[in-house]
C-alpha cells in the first residue's frame, strides 16, 4: 500500500471556436506547481465522437484525473469521464451540463440572454464521404462582446481571426447516457458577464450537478480573462480529490 497521494494529472478540455492555449496560463501556473497538465485538442464535430477520442486518450495516462472543460468541453468531459475510474474530479469553467436527452438549444432556450445565436455565420462543407455538414463560426465583428467582452480587443481581435470552426452537430447534440456529474464531484466557475452562456444557465446547471459554485465576474472565457480564478478552482478540485494510496 502506498503512503502517498498521487498527484493527479489535469486535463483540460476547450470549447467552441478556441483551441488549447487558450489555457497557457493555467497551464504554466499548473506546472509551477508540480502537476502534469496537457491541453486537449477537442475536435469540435460531434459529441460522442469527441468524449470518445478524449476517453481514448484518457486511457494512455497513467494515475488519477482531474478534467477540466471550457463551455461544450463541458459536456465532452461529462460524457468522456463515464466509467473511467481514474477520473476524481470535474471542473467546468463556464461550462456546458446537459443532461440525458438535452440540448444547448433547449437550455438556452429556456434562460435568455444569450449573444451567441445572432453572432453565428454558418459556413457548409463537405465529408470525405461525400456527405454534407455545416460548420458554426462567431462573427467576428460580435465575437468580442459575444465572447470575450472583458478581454482587450486586440486580444480578442486574435482570439476571433484564431477561433476554431464548431459543427453543427456538436452544437446539436445530446447526451445518450448519463453524464459522469451524476457521480463524480464537480466544481464550476461561474461567470457573472457571460454573454454566451447566461450565468442563470450556468448556476441551473451547476447547483443540479451539486457542484461548487465559484462566482467571477468575467465574460466566457474567464479562463481567458480571469486565469487566477480559474487555476484556483482547479487546484481546489485536485487538492480535494488526491488519490491516497
Do not use: K
Amino acid at each position: 500500500m502506498r503512503m502517498a497521494a498521487e498527484t493527479p494529472t489535469i486535463v483540460l478540455v476547450h470549447g467552441a471556436w478556441a483551441d488549447a492555449t487558450g489555457f497557457a496560463a493555467e497551464i504554466r501556473a499548473l506546472q509551477d506547481r508540480g502537476y502534469s497538465a496537457v491541453g486537449f485538442g477537442n475536435p469540435l464535430r460531434d459529441l460522442a465522437g469527441d468524449a470518445a477520442y478524449l476517453a481514448g486518450f484518457l486511457r494512455t495516462l497513467s494515475g488519477p484525473i482531474v478534467l477540466v472543460g471550457h463551455s461544450y468541453g463541458g459536456n465532452v468531459i461529462s460524457t468522456a469521464a463515464i466509467a473511467n475510474e481514474q477520473v476524481q474530479a470535474l471542473v467546468y469553467l463556464n461550462g456546458w451540463m446537459c443532461d440525458v436527452g438535452e440540448s444547448q438549444q433547449q437550455l438556452l432556450e429556456r434562460f435568455e440572454g444569450s449573444l451567441v445565436g445572432p453572432s453565428i455565420r454558418p459556413v457548409p462543407f463537405t465529408n470525405p464521404d461525400g456527405s454534407e455538414g455545416t460548420d458554426l463560426y462567431l462573427a467576428h465583428e460580435a465575437f468580442h462582446e459575444a465572447f470575450a467582452a472583458d478581454v482587450d480587443p486586440a486580444t480578442a481581435a486574435v482570439m476571433a481571426a484564431a477561433q476554431r470552426p464548431y459543427a453543427a452537430a456538436a452544437f446539436a447534440a445530446t447526451p445518450s447516457s448519463p453524464p459522469a456529474w451524476n457521480t463524480l464531484p464537480c466544481w464550476y466557475l461561474l461567470g457573472t458577464e457571460d454573454r454566451a452562456i447566461p450565468p442563470e444557465l450556468q448556476r441551473f446547471m451547476a447547483e443540479r450537478a451539486n457542484a461548487t459554485i465559484v462566482e467571477v465576474a468575467a465574460s466566457h472565457v474567464s479562463f481567458v480573462s480571469q486565469p487566477e480564478a480559474a487555476t484556483q478552482l482547479i487546484l481546489q478540485a485536485a487538492e480535494a480529490t488526491a488519490v491516497a494510496g
